[in-house]
């Protein structure tokens, strides 16, 4: 071979040696790099800690002068440089700056492209290549750059960048090694995540024990306590320290019952069934200084291999103990009493109709326990004739939202009649719905005694009339007589003085004289009997016809409500004062509303409705009606209706009427009568204004 | 036969009725006096001569029939005839009971006063 082809093939073959070596030498400066970072990724707990040592073994390992972290800032959904190292003989000072002060969005420059592509940029010289953004990277002499992404799966975690002075055409095995060392970075963030997370929990698992208001107490499976929280101390009077590592049977559980513990544990441990595991039970226990208490328990098993251990979560509940059963006392209580008096409460929603009602209710309703209480249910038990009364009631509950108390009867499916007595107050919810909450008292046997002693008491009543009718007549007789008998005697004796022979004229003349005067005391007594029974020492003021009117209504409601009468007044605002005796007009008044009343006593067909209205009567009078729809009265009866003794009911003396009359004529008033195009009658008065009488 | 004239003694508080009453009787032909009380009545001489009494049931002081009373006490046995103005159909089944002639209702009619006083006067 000749000589030059040998120094030739020396060459070659020299040239492939340092070429080998070359490669050589690189692998190992690789490995040497991996090592590093692994080790790095190893030893550090946070990334700002490793983030130094990670850039200068890449840089140094891999010959690259400058190299940058760079992480993702979610909110601003950029990417910031947040570590930056450079070899010792490059000033980076102005780059190191820019960058520090950089931020590059998705696709945006060198970063911004790993970012998005998710995989490594090589760049052979940045300072010709548009993709590079940061022009001083040029005063620097920065040329050949790479990007390459932190990865964590196919999520991009953060991109590290490295520069160098020279411009360098890719590598791939370096690519390849970059990448992966990309994925080792992500692992370990990854790491770091995991790891806080752990601390978090425990750190939370801690403040849970510390602050429950619960006590919680774990156990191993040897039944031995491994934990006891604060709540615990303070509820059994131990501290952590004095019990952990005891038996949980011989602290908390009461000396009688830690057979049954210790056998239940036994056997779950030896079975794995459970009696307690996973339940809620009441069950008692023992404080430190021997006192005995109830509390609820809840036991869970801890979900972790190995021998099982479990959780205890205890709760003094003496304080619930004794609320129950008060509150069970106090139901107890209200059920009697509702019993004993026959009354029911209940509750109802005026917005949605929603009625709840307590136990005694299904008693007085006589409907079966448990039904669903509607008001359709309700007014199937209503008596038929009521039902108009009861829908009035509501009505006007509904409308004005004012308490409400009235009584109806109630027809039981056997037939038996009821009297309720139903009283309700108005309240409203938290949103400000109106309510009502109220009782119903079944007062069927207080009225019937109610009635027989109104029965007695009328018949007293009438029996004190006779009686002081008598002795009015008694006293009147005297006086009557008295002059009477003179004049009798007077005349008979005058009479046989003149048929005397002679006539005795002189004694006639006299005792005519006597008869004269005794004649005139009779007329005196008369006089004297008109004084005490007439108009005289009437007191005449003025008087508020509708607050006398509404002192009426009181007086007479419950009578008028015992009637079944639904009354509605329609009393003007703005009514005139009246001149008038006050007892008087409210007697007229009464009068008025008893005989409507009276008239409707037989009216089952329809509602027994009753107006009584006042209102201005042309200027200088105030007019009063009474409207009713009972049975009117017959034709030419509106005349016959004033006299002393008329009257359309079958028992009454029917006076009241008269009276009424005489009482309304002598205020220079009147009182008439009409019958109403439909049912009924309608009795007015209209009497002047008081200032009509002061004008006189 | 001695002829006399019976004395009938009236007694009533009502001045009226001793104003017209006596005159009357006198009419009638008897004797008459009158007193406002039964204890002027008492205190005065016409017990002993009076042929019958006409008397008040009701009176302030000594009343009709205590008057009555007094007298059978002290053994005069005088007929009574009770005028009254005053629930007279109760008191009157009880005073005749008592042994009064009659008890006359004021206003009485002449004729009635004339029968209570044939009836008194045929007593004795």
Known sequence: ?696 | MMLTIALVSVIDDDESVRESLPDLLREFGYAVEAFSSAEEFLASDCVGRTSCLLVDVVMPGMTGPDLARELTLRRYEIPIVFITAQGGETVRPRLLEQGAVECLLKPFSETALLNALDAALRVT
């Not at chain 1, 440089?81 to 490059?90: E, N, R, V």
């Not at chain 1, 698992?205 to 006891?228: N, P, Q, R, W």
């Open chain 1, 1 to 696: 071979m000749p000589v030059h082809e040998r120094t030739a093939s020396l060459k070659r073959a020299n040239e492939q040696l340092e070429a080998e070596v070359a490669e050589r030498k690189r692998s190992e400066e690789r490995l040497t790099t991996q090592h590093a970072i692994a080790r790095t990724l190893a030893e550090s707990v946070t990334l700002t800690e490793a983030a130094p040592q990670l850039l200068r073994a890449i840089g140094d390992g891999m010959g690259w002068a400058w190299g940058a972290l760079w992480t993702v800032d979610s909110e601003a959904s950029v990417m910031r440089c947040t570590h930056t190292w450079h070899a010792p003989s490059l000033d980076a000072r102005e780059f190191d700056a820019v960058s520090r002060e950089a931020k590059f969005a998705r696709g945006q420059g060198i970063v911004g492209q790993a970012w998005l592509r998710g995989e490594p940029t090589w760049l052979v010289d940045a300072g010709s290549d548009r993709r590079f953004l940061r022009a001083p990277a040029a005063r620097a002499g920065l040329r050949g750059a790479i990007t390459f992404p932190i990865l964590l799966g196919h999520h991009v975690q953060g991109v590290i960048e490295f520069l160098d002075r020279t411009v360098r055409e890719p590598d791939t095995e370096q690519l390849a090694v970059l990448a992966a060392i990309g994925n080792q970075v992500g692992q370990f963030i990854e790491r770091l995540r995991v790891e806080e997370a752990l601390r978090d929990g425990e750190a939370r698992k801690a403040a849970i024990l510390d602050s429950a208001l619960d006590c919680i107490v774990t156990i191993d499976h040897l039944g031995c306590i491994t934990e006891f929280n604060p709540a615990a101390e303070r509820t059994f009077g131990y501290r952590r320290g004095e019990v952990v590592g005891k038996h949980l049977a011989d602290v908390i559980v009461p000396p009688s019952l830690r057979g049954d513990h210790q056998r239940g544990f036994a056997r779950y441990l030896a079975t794995g069934e459970a009696r307690l595991v996973g339940r809620r039970l009441e069950i008692t226990a023992v404080r430190a200084d021997g006192s005995e208490f109830p509390v609820e328990l809840a036991i869970t098993r801890i979900p972790l291999d190995g021998p099982p251990c479990f959780t205890g979560y205890l709760r003094d509940i003496t304080e619930r103990k004794q609320s129950e059963e008060e509150l069970r006392r106090s139901e107890a209580l209200l059920a009697e009493v509702q019993h004993l008096s026959s009354t029911c409460s209940f509750w109802w929603c005026v917005a949605t109709d929603a009625i709840t009602w307590s136990k005694q209710a299904y008693q007085i309703f006589e409907v079966d326990e448990g039904l669903p209480v509607t008001f359709e249910l309700i007014f199937s038990r209503i008596h038929p004739e009521d039902l108009p009364l009861v829908h009035e009631m509501m009505d006007r509950a509904r409308g004005d939202g004012r308490d409400f108390a009235f009584e109806h009867r109630l027809q039981r499916p056997d037939g038996s009649v009821r009297r309720l007595h139903v009283f309700a107050h108005a309240t409203r919810d938290q949103d400000g719905q109106l309510e009502f909450i109220g009782s119903v008292q079944d007062v069927t046997e207080r009225r019937r005694a109610e009635e027989a002693l109104s029965r007695v008491r009328s018949e007293l009543a009438h029996v004190t009339r006779i009686m002081s009718l008598g002795t009015l007549t008694a006293s009147i007789a005297h006086e009557v007589n008295q002059p009477l008998s003179g004049i009798i005697t007077n005349a008979s004796t005058c009479l046989r003085m003149l048929g005397a022979d002679p006539p005795n004229v002189d004694g006639a003349l006299e005792t005519a004289r006597r008869t004269v005067r005794d004649g005139n005391r009779a007329a005196d007594v008369m006089a004297r009997l008109r004084a005490l029974f007439g108009n005289e020492g009437v007191a005449i003021e003025a008087v508020d016809l509708n607050e006398a009117t509404r002192e009426v209504i009181a007086l007479s409601s419950s009578e008028l409500q015992r009637s079944r009468v639904i009354l509605r007044t329609e009393l003007a605002d703005d009514l005139p004062l009246v001149a008038g005796d006050r007892v008087q007009l409210q007697q007229v008044i009464l009068n008025l509303l008893l005989n409507a009343s009276e008239a409707m006593s037989g009216v089952d067909d329809r509602p027994r409705h009753l107006v009584i209205g006042t209102q201005r009567d042309g200027d200088d009078q105030v007019c009063l009606a009474v409207h009713d729809v009972g049975v009117g009265f017959g034709a030419g009866g509106a005349d016959e209706l004033f006299h002393a003794f008329y009257t359309t009911k079958s028992g009454g003396m029917g006076i009241g009427l008269s009276v009424s009359r005489s009482i309304i004529e002598s205020h220079n008033g009147r009182l008439w009568a009409v019958n109403n195009s439909g049912p009924g009658a309608t009795f007015s008065f209209s009497i002047p204004c008081a200032a009509e009488m002061r004008d006189r």
